[in-house]
């Protein structure tokens, strides 16, 4: 009998144990088929439909789909640029710790970062600093904030400092995470997810999405990712016909579309992303206990805010300074027992070459001690939620290198 196609499990111990996994089954590939049985590869009905299922689980009134989050960030900045809230020389604020692509589209456009320190342990914004951001430049115009690794800051406290400027949640890295009982995507003017292979969900590799809870914001948006396409004419009803509403323009737009193949596997992704929630939470509290257990004295541990429900990308880690092992040698240790781990994203953006001369502002002399922390030392480590098998044989290799330091 043929086997069924679908993901390969872990097996036996010797087998890598990956960053991530993208689970599928014969359901990804029968929900891929809609644009061939409908004979449409343009926006259809599979589009639609991950459009509206991902609403109904964030709570975020309406979506567009993109091609990876990064264009939904790009997409939301150009939204803001259409609508004169965005402008060349407007300052913006953002961590230094930080995904490249976050930042990268609104310094693109003549967007000015202003540079803010990220909380220990949390790796995302300081509250304090965002606070003392805008005291000390109240001419920020906005905030684009990565929740980096799926951890959340105080949200009351971030809204409280931003008033009545222009927030962009970068929500690449979860989905199903909340601060207080309101999912994160529903703070800002807009919010991106990521749907890459590593993510909690994917669209077959990669793609994302660009939300919002207004409506000019969601038809802005959606021109756009299609060409700049005029969805609404306003010219009298002269252009508003079959004919030439095809080629009528409203924004400077690009291509940013996810194909409809793309959208077929994440529909089927987006039914079981409650499972994949609890397991990547359920993984992360057991290696939560077990570095409160045999590590806490190594290694600076992952924290939130008391309000936050982070649901965690991965489980984040700095070697301290005075502990008897170096990042280096825990990293060959755990590279050589083939777990695969990642640096913590840019851990200071700004020793990244193409960063290193922007045009910029920062509040100490560019100076950030906890981000050059994360920078020096950290990394992250696989918690999305392996299997009872796996997790066992995981857990010892992680043991056993504590061991030698007992």
Known sequence: MEKELSWKEWENPGDPHLINRVQWDKRELES??????QDWHGYGKAQQKLENELSKFTGISSFNLTNSGSTAITTGLKVLKEQGRFKPGDLILHPVTTFPTSISPAIDYGGIPVFIDTKPGTYVVDEDQ????????PEIKGMVLPYLLGNIPNMDRIKNALGERWLIEDSCDTMGGYFGETHVGNFGDFAAFSFYGSH??????????VGTNDKELTNLAKSIIFWGHDYETHDGGKTNTEFLKRYATKTMG???QMTGVQ???????IEKIPGFIEARNNQFKELDQFFKEKGEKYFILPRSDPKSKPSWFSYPLVVKEDSPFTREEIVEYLTENNVEI????????LKQPPFSKIEKIT????????????EERGFFIPAWGMSENQR???????????EKYD
Request: with cysteine.
């Open 130 to 137: 965002v606070e003392r951001a805008i005291k000390t430049h």
């Open 363 to 374: 509040l100490d002399n560019e100076k950030f001690p906890v981000a050059d922390a994360i």
């Open 200 to 209: 909690h969900m994917t669209t077959a590799g990669v793609g994302g999405a």
């Open 32 to 37: 891929m088929m809609l644009p061939f049985y």
């Open 263 to 269: 959208a077929g596997f994440g529909l089927a992704q």
């Open 342 to 349: 990642r640096p913590i994203m840019c851990g200071n953006i």
């Open 254 to 256: 690009n291509d940013f």
């Open 392 to 402: 066992k044989d995981y857990n010892q290799i992680l043991e056993k290198f504590l």
